[in-house]
């Protein structure tokens, strides 16, 4: 085992991001179980934490956190990016010959970390992905939404999206590279990894219950996250809506040859009811077949706008290099 080197000058062979957002009460626990286990693991190594834009103690904590762990690295962006842009940012600064990703809340367990390391090398392997085995400390309907998630997505993006694996893994220096020259304005790293295509394993794992704190992912953060990784990754919808617009040309000629049918045999409708059913049905059709259309052209508009998903105020790496 070799021993581990204090000065954050030295290039680590493991970086391991960890996004923060509002993370006051989870930190000093996060640091308390993180810290040692990467001591232990006997490699030189970065912590890369990504403040995104918290309002609370947080950027406070990590300067004080800071200053007793050398290898604990503070990027700070400018505003609330979101969780997916601030791993982007986490990713792209990384220095290390292997990176990790880890959510603050604990909910993931950092000790499997030197595992992961360790099937990597083993293996050759350039993804391991931590695999949710036990969901049960979350709730009923988080099991089931998450798990309809990834149904979905397998479904639509393709049989390599591992089920149950969100952002706890490990990459090789070639995946993060890679992941670097993507031009996604919007990437979910849960979907984009497995589609690259390197070779990966899988670490088995219970999912805890938050360490402290309350979650940063509400239920209309978890809707636009599905929303944006089957518009990401899938032209489906757009499919979905050429197939509707012929159903409904369909249901649309039926309805003429009735109202025709009904009208040679000299029974007319009395009323307006079905008309009006029929424009609203129509109209209902249109509407979300526009909806997805606009969907897609918005996001042509984001690509085209070509503005970052991030922007860096500070990176205390940098500082001290």
């Given at each position: ?28 626990v996060l640091a308390a179980r993180l810290r040692p286990v990467l001591d232990g693991c006997g490699e030189a190594y970065e912590v890369l934490a990504v403040d995104d834009g918290s309002t609370d103690r947080t950027p406070l904590l990590l300067e004080q956190l800071r200053t007793a762990w050398p290898r604990l690295r ?248």
């Amino acid at each position: 085992m070799r021993a581990v080197h204090d000065s954050p000058r030295d290039a680590p062979t493991l970086s391991v991001v960890v996004p923060v957002f509002n993370e006051e009460e989870v930190l000093p626990v996060l640091a308390a179980r993180l810290r040692p286990v990467l001591d232990g693991c006997g490699e030189a190594y970065e912590v890369l934490a990504v403040d995104d834009g918290s309002t609370d103690r947080t950027p406070l904590l990590l300067e004080q956190l800071r200053t007793a762990w050398p290898r604990l690295r503070v990027l700070t962006l400018r505003r609330n990016s979101g969780h997916q842009a601030a791993l982007t940012a986490g990713l792209h600064r990384a220095r290390g010959a292997y990176v990790a990703s880890i959510d603050a809340d604990l909910q993931d367990p950092p000790e499997l970390i030197p595992d992961m390391l360790a099937l990597a090398r083993a293996e050759a392997l350039d993804i391991v992905y931590g695999v949710r085995t036990d969901r049960s400390t979350d709730s009923r309907f988080k099991r089931r939404t998450a798990g309809a998630y990834y149904r979905l997505m397998r479904r639509l993006a393709g049989s390599y999206v591992p089920a149950q694996a969100g952002d706890f893994r490990l990459l090789s220096r070639a995946v993060v590279d890679t992941l670097k020259t993507l031009p996604d304005q919007q990437q979910i790293y849960r979907l984009l990894i497995p589609w690259l295509g390197f070779p990966s394993g899988q670490i088995a794992y219970r999912r805890a219950e938050r360490a402290a704190g309350t979650s940063k992912y509400p239920l209309h953060k978890m809707v636009l996250l599905a929303f944006d990784s089957v518009t990401g990754f899938s032209t489906v919808p757009l499919r979905l809506a050429t197939a509707i617009g012929a159903l409904s040309s369909l249901v649309c000629l039926a309805f003429l040859v009735w109202a025709l049918t009904v009208y040679a045999t000299g029974n007319p409708l009395p009323g307006w009811s079905s008309l009006i059913i029929t424009m609203l049905f129509f109209g209902a059709v249109q509407l979300f077949c526009l909806g997805m259309l606009g969907e897609y052209v918005a996001r042509i508009h984001t690509a085209v706008q070509a503005r970052p998903t991030y922007v860096v105020a500070r990176d205390t790496g940098e500082e001290e290099r």
